[in-house]
């Protein structure tokens, strides 16, 4: 099977340890399309050189780097002509230009096309996304959605097509593993973009009536970083707070390691709610007990295998984080919970796997 592989996301290093495993078949012979850089929220990743074996990689100049409804590759039509693809797969979501014209840009090859979604509200686009997205639905052999809630909102707009269930990416859990590192107090991590969709505030305030050996490090950067800042010092937990800008993916393991909990306490906004949370299985299959809030694929991305709050209410946070650190053995049963449950579930083998399967189906029809 040829198959063409676009994505923005996988200017990622890490990500692309997918990409080898799916061409580690004999019968896949993988290109990958990535652009030079991506930018978002103020902090633009460049192109990084890990796992680039057994695959074709391929970097794409693009226009308007940032901007996620517009932009796209010009020179696309001619990387498809040289890998004359059987399968397209579009990582990227059906209402964007880059889907639309990626889709456009390989009629010529008549590849069987997919696409992939992580959103998980229904929401009427105005034109002409409106009219791109029912091109890409009308053109697609089948979609990737990385949730249950992600799939069941394609059904309600419309998609008639096999979809499939799959999260976008996975962990390596030869690389995100327990490694714990001795140190004092009952140290609390959250790692992501500070901005008030994810609940930091909450955060903020539950330490400050936690006790005194409790600290929290913040992995992260975004609008509300000034504020949560002033917060810290208003309410004089300065000391127990330690603010760290974003870090590659291939550094948080050993940030990961100095946490005793990990907590994601996002909040539901009218046009966002949490679509997966990847940080979560990270801590996890570092043997680090999370806690999350009741915000979209939380809970279900969980499971058993940590603590959950209400969205949105600090004073159900700020009790689930006592309750770890005066039970250590709770720390230590959600600790292995947690690292069997992506063991079972959210290792990149099995995403590689269960997405070549996607492509067989297709090569079938």
């Given amino acids: 099977m040829r198959i063409t592989l676009l994505s923005k996301a996988l200017v990622n290093g890490a990500y692309r340890r997918k990409c080898e495993l799916m061409a580690a078949h004999r019968d896949v012979e993988l290109t990958v399309l990535v652009p030079s850089s991506w ?41 498809l002509k040289r890998a004359r693809p059987q399968i397209f797969h579009v990582d990227e979501e059906p209402y964007n230009l880059a889907t639309f014209l990626a889709y456009r840009d390989s009629r010529a090859q008549q590849p069987k096309t997919l696409f992939f979604t992580w959103q998980n509200l229904r929401r009427e686009y105005p034109p002409p996304f409106r009219w791109m997205e029912r091109y890409v639905f009308k053109a697609s052999q089948r979609a990737i959605a990385g949730s249950q809630e992600a799939a069941q909102v394609l059904r309600m707009k419309g998609f008639a097509r096999q979809i499939e269930v799959i999260p976008q990416f996975g962990v390596d859990p030869d690389v995100f593993t327990p490694k714990p590192v001795r140190h004092d107090g009952f140290v609390i991590g959250y790692a992501g973009r500070l901005v008030y969709e994810k609940g930091v505030d909450l955060l903020l305030q539950a330490l400050r009536d936690l006790p005194v050996q409790a600290c929290l490090m913040i992995i992260g950067s975004g609008r509300e970083l000034a504020s949560l800042r002033s917060f810290a010092e208003a309410n004089k937990i300065t000391k127990r707070v330690r603010f760290m800008p974003t870090v590659s993916t291939i550094q948080m393991p050993a940030l990961y390691a100095q946490l005793d909990a990990f907590v994601l306490p996002s909040r539901t906004q009218p046009n966002w709610k949490e679509q997966f949370g990847r940080v979560l299985i990270e801590a996890m299959a570092c043997g680090v007990p999370v806690v999350g809030s009741t915000c979209g694929e939380i809970p279900q991305v969980i ?18 984080l006592a309750q770890l650190i005066e039970q250590p053995h709770l720390c230590a049963d959600l600790a292995q919970l947690g690292r069997s449950r992506v063991l079972a579930h959210y290792t990149m083998q099995h995403i590689a796997e269960d997405t070549v399967t996607v492509y067989r189906k297709m090569m079938e029809v």
């Fill in 39 to 79: 930018c978002t929220d103020g902090t633009t990743v460049h192109l990084e050189h890990q796992h680039t074996e057994s695959y074709t990689l391929r970097e794409l100049p693009i226009r308007f780097n940032g901007n996620f409804h517009l932009h796209h590759y010009p020179t696309l039509a001619r990387e």
């Fill in 303 to 320: 499971g058993e295998a940590g603590l959950l709050f209400p969205e949105g209410d600090m004073v159900a946070l700020r009790h689930q």
